[in-house]
């Protein structure tokens, strides 16, 4: 692996012909397939993001002519195959359920009608529920659920950059966003309808004072849509934000009662 991620790492630098990187750039889609290799991994100082992994499927999209590529009763114009359902071997796939090559879906993951796109990884025990989209790079735990049309963005530019991270256990509520390297903490619950990235406040008002995070929702918290006010030259206007309003117990810890949590602080689902 050391050798395919030099040679990767000079091509993108123009320090290798792109063509003779070739190889390289299609061992590291393998590894991704399979998934050995992961972009971004946890570890006991957090994630950490092997950008290298990003520049290879950034060359292999530059290598890749467009084709026209016949999968089952479907026809495809891309640069990029799909994985066949050998390759998803112990995940249960409702069409018309997709998962781009390059991306992992471990045995036990549930797809209904989805998208999995390239670098992306799905964790055992997960369902992907109807018309929801994993973006590229994205990591995904075990026994997440991700509700009905949900867009979990995709991010490989610039080569090191976080991508979105859903860790074990989480609940991302129907229709809610999280994007730009956000990172949902193990066990956080977020109500449907919240977006989130970067530069959307996620502000704890469980306490006597708020507490504002970015880019990050705290372990276990319960997050629902909000608005703050903000001046401008104008007037005031509301300006998106996310609201943590507690935080699950264990009474709510099971997917089962993921509902009812939502539900003890007056949220509709």
């Known amino acids: ?120 990884y799905v964790a055992a025990g997960t369902m992907i529920d109807t018309w929801a989209t994993v ?14 049309g949900v867009g979990i963005g995709g991010v490989l530019e610039p080569p090191g950059a976080r991508p979105v991270i859903i860790e074990d256990g989480a609940f991302l509520g129907s229709r809610c966003i999280v994007t730009e390297g956000v990172v949902v903490e193990k066990a956080a619950v977020i109500g449907p309808g919240v977006a989130l990235s970067a530069s959307v406040p996620v502000i704890d008002v469980t306490g006597a004072e ?13 997050v629902v849509p909000g608005t703050r006010p903000k001046e401008f030259p104008a007037g005031t206007y509301q300006l998106q934000c996310a609201l943590v309003i507690g935080y699950r117990t264990e009474s709510t810890d099971r997917k089962t009662s993921l509902n009812a949590a939502l539900r003890d602080h007056g949220i509709a689902v």
Do not use: C
């Open 135 to 148: 973006g590229s790079g994205a990591q995904v735990g075990r026994d997440v659920h991700v509700a009905g």
């Open 1 to 120: 692996m050391t050798t395919t991620r030099e040679t990767i790492e000079a091509a993108f630098r123009g320090d290798v012909d792109l063509e003779a990187a070739r190889p390289a750039v299609d061992e590291a889609l393998d590894l991704l397939d399979r998934g050995e290799a992961r972009l971004a991994e946890p570890g006991p100082d957090g994630w950490t993001v092997n950008g290298w992994l990003q520049e290879a499927i950034l060359l292999h999209f530059r290598l890749q002519q467009m084709e026209v590529i016949e999968h089952g009763p479907f026809t495809y114009h891309d640069k990029i195959p799909l994985k066949g359902i050998e390759a998803l071997d112990g995940v249960r796939v409702v069409p018309p359920a997709t998962v781009r090559r390059g991306a992992f879906v471990e045995p036990g993951v549930i797809l209904m009608p989805s998208y999995v796109n390239i670098g992306s």
């Open 210 to 222: 708020p507490v504002e995070h970015r880019g990050r929702v705290p372990a276990r918290a319960i």
